[in-house]
T-cell receptor
Framework: DGGITQSPKYLFRKEGQNVTLSCEQN?????MYWYRQDPGQGLRLIYY???????QKGDIAEGYSVSREKKESFPLTVTSAQKNPTAFYLC????????????????FGQGTRLTVV | KQEVTQIPAALSVPEGENLVLNCSFT??????LQWFRQDPGKGLTSLLL?????REQTSGRLNASLDKSSGRSTLYIAASQPGDSATYLC???????????FGTGTRLLVSP
């Protein structure tokens, strides 16, 4: 089955610790995204990548880092610099918009819930 | 700055009712608009995608409309069922940008 897989489903972070959230897609999509969801707020964009080895900051990139070494994978690292990391993290992908409007439909994974302990 | 608003924030209806969820956006220069469904603790499921040149899209009991000039979209759900209970999110993709801007969602409860 084609789709987006996020792991782990639940993650606990200690103070001062870096943690990495995994996102893998087998949809052959060019673009991948990371969003953060907090109660009462809309989804906010952390980082996005349109092509391998390239990525751009979103609205709330501080305290996060990403890499895009493979088309299928877009891991997100939550660093100790992120002071309030407890949230639900969602990964998404879409075909690059330059291939036509029908390709820009975004698909999401099932999310990772990160909690600071 | 593009802002997306969804009204109402929560809606409770009895099973079988037809209902309308609203989404408004401040900047009409959008590439497309997408409606999603989110169940508690889960990811987002894409329901409908409307391109900026389209007026509506239909999928089963769902119909989404788009009026770019007025900055509005509606999601119509016919003959609602308890299984429709979820949070519904709309998101606009800005023209010239890759990112989606989301509304805060409408939490729908359909009672048997």
């Amino acid at each position: 089955d084609g789709g987006i897989t996020q792991s782990p489903k639940y993650l606990f972070r200690k103070e001062g610790q870096n943690v990495t959230l995994s996102c893998e897609q087998n949809l052959n999509h060019d673009a991948m995204y990371w969003y953060r969801q907090d109660p009462g707020q809309g989804l906010r964009l952390i980082y996005y990548s349109q092509i391998v080895n390239d990525f751009q900051k979103g609205d709330i990139a501080e305290g996060y880092s990403v890499s895009r070494e493979k088309k299928e994978s877009f891991p997100l690292t939550v660093t100790s610099a992120q002071k309030n990391p407890t949230a639900f993290y969602l990964c998404a992908s879409s075909i690059d918009r330059d291939r036509g409007p029908s390709g820009t439909e975004a698909f999401f994974g099932q999310g990772t819930r990160l909690t600071v302990v | 700055k593009q802002e997306v608003t969804q009204i109402p924030a929560a809606l409770s209806v009895p099973e079988g009712e037809n209902l309308v969820l609203n989404c408004s956006f401040t900047d009409s220069a959008i590439y497309n608009l997408q409606w999603f469904r989110q169940d508690p603790g889960k990811g987002l499921t894409s329901l409908l995608l409307i391109q900026s040149s389209q007026r509506e899209q239909t999928s089963g009991r769902l119909n989404a409309s788009l009026d770019k000039s007025s900055g509005r979209s509606t999601l119509y759900i016919a003959a609602s069922q308890p299984g429709d209970s979820a949070t519904y999110l709309c998101a606009v993709r800005l023209a010239g940008f890759q990112k989606l801007v989301f509304g805060t969602g409408t939490r729908l409860l359909v009672s048997p």
